[in-house]
């Protein structure tokens, strides 16, 4: 038990600040670590040191210096997908950092003790604030995104800067403040897990999930027994009368309490303003009458069940909690539709009933629309660019002709894929036998002899090609690994392939920084000023259309 306690403690001097962590989980955590290897929590920097010494060995070498025969296997942690979302053929897709896309519905898993910066380790997410920050901003920036499902299943974590982050992010952008709604399932929220989840619109849970200890604790392990029995006196030499106070080697005097009791304290009280802020059916003295207990989600005596006392909405199980979201969203579409004040036109009526009447053919008069509007949008955005002066309205103008591009070749992936549907379910019409179109393609053999000018479709192949490349090159993922993507544009990555490829190389890189060990070839130091970096994507793609463009009128590579 002595040992046990050892490395709660350790846990706590490495982390240096208070913890809003369960007990038991601390010491499970020092207890995995020393079981792993003994020396990591011998001092300050072992785990740190051990974290480097692993990762060095495993550290990837440049992409460039490597064949692009494949997409590359993604770095960094799995997208959350449990087994009842395999059931259901499993996500729509990587939204990075651990959050996996499902009809529509940006699910991620917060299952573990959460520090102030996060890692993919083994295929695992270890979350810290930043990283959930990261994942929730970039899920209520993507039009994809019509909600958030967040499931919790962590002890809590440390008093952090990024706790106000997180829960600003999601109090500033949910449904409450007319953003996407924000549905929090809770297995086990404890702690700092609670603080985060009280700011979702809705929390549900098992019937055996935990919910609340809402509090913070120090804890103060004193070792100056032990060391004297071991011979080692220490003495500190310091400017400042309590540059030592709550040192390990002394014993507290009554003035550390007091100080250390004030710094616990005021986070209760944070903890205590944020819940009451992110939760209107709690009040304050609701939240401190808890006295920091935890919680059965659901209990017989309403005094020990969190759904009694508010601390949750309903009980369910997660596919359910998650289907009953998805419900939400589409309940919530109609209405806001009936509220519009304009009434629906005849053209409306027609694409109504074709698309109950051949919904492939309504699928591809859809995208030929969003085609359209994307087209418009990309002239729109070209002549801000050209008309901005300003560096700070050149930036916003650069950022918007990116975003404009990406759009445009979105856009037309899907007008082809509506096609392609149209052919295979033969709504649109009968196709075209094999004899007509090779006869077709035999005219247009001939015509493309007797002239020297570029047919039509090899413009327009020519223009969607130079399209895709400036969306590529225009994407986030590609600054600062300018090199790499027009290697994805030459070997003929589609814009999904290229981004993901990208920032699976971006993901990567910033886990090998933190343990000091850079990817090979990967650019170090500050990213520069964001003007510069916009400025130098569209300058690179530039410059591969112009290659893409001379390779074509060689003779013999068309």
Known sequence: MTELHTLQNLVARHIGRPVLMLGDHAADLAARIHQA??????????????????????????FDDEPLDADPVPQGGYAYSPRWMEREGGPDDDLELGMSLKD?????????????????????WYHGYDTIAEALQAAFEDPRVKGIFLRFDTPGGVVDAGLDD???????????????PVWGYCNLAASAGYWIASSCDRLIAPKTGMVGSMGAIIVHWEQSGWL??????????????????????????????IDLQA??????????????????????????ATEARLYCACHDDPEHSGLALSLIDDIQREPDAFKALVAHIEQAAPAAASAAPAAQSPEAGKENDMARSNPAAAKRRKAEKALAEATQAKLKAEAALDAAKAPADRRKAEAAYAAALSAKVKAEEDLESAEEDEEETGEGGPAASDDDELNAEEEDDEE????????????????????KALAIMGLPEARGQE??????????????????????????????SRTDVPLKGAPRGKSGDKNEQTQAALNSAVEV??????????????
């Open 37 to 62: 290897e003994p020396r990591a929590l011998k001092s300050e920097r072992g785990l740190t040191s051990w974290l480097r010494l692993k990762a060095r060995p495993s550290s990837p070498q440049a």
């Open 104 to 124: 529509g519905i940006a699910c991620l898993n917060i299952d573990t003790a959460i520090t102030a910066e996060g890692h993919a380790f083994c295929g695992a």
């Open 166 to 180: 997180v829960t600003g992010i999601l109090q500033a952008n949910r449904e409450k403040a007319g953003g996407k």
């Open 228 to 257: 004297q029995r071991q011979g080692i006196q220490v003495t500190p030499i310091q400017f400042g009368a309590r540059k030592s106070a709550g040192a390990s080697y002394q014993k507290l005097d009554e003035e550390a309490i």
């Open 263 to 288: 710094w616990v304290d005021q986070a209760g009280r944070d903890f205590v303003q944020a819940v009451t802020s992110g939760r209107d059916v709690l009040t304050e003295e609701a939240c401190l």
């Open 448 to 467: 493309g002899a007797s002239t020297e000018e570029t047919p039509p479709e090899e413009d327009a192949e020519e223009e969607e090609d130079d399209m």
């Open 483 to 512: 090199d790499f993507a027009r290697s994805l544009i030459s070997s003929g990555f589609s814009l999904k392939s290229a981004k993901a490829a990208l920032r699976g190389a971006k993901r990567t890189n910033a886990i090998r």
């Open 545 to 558: 259309i112009k290659a893409r463009r001379e390779a074509r009128r060689r003779p013999g590579l068309r």
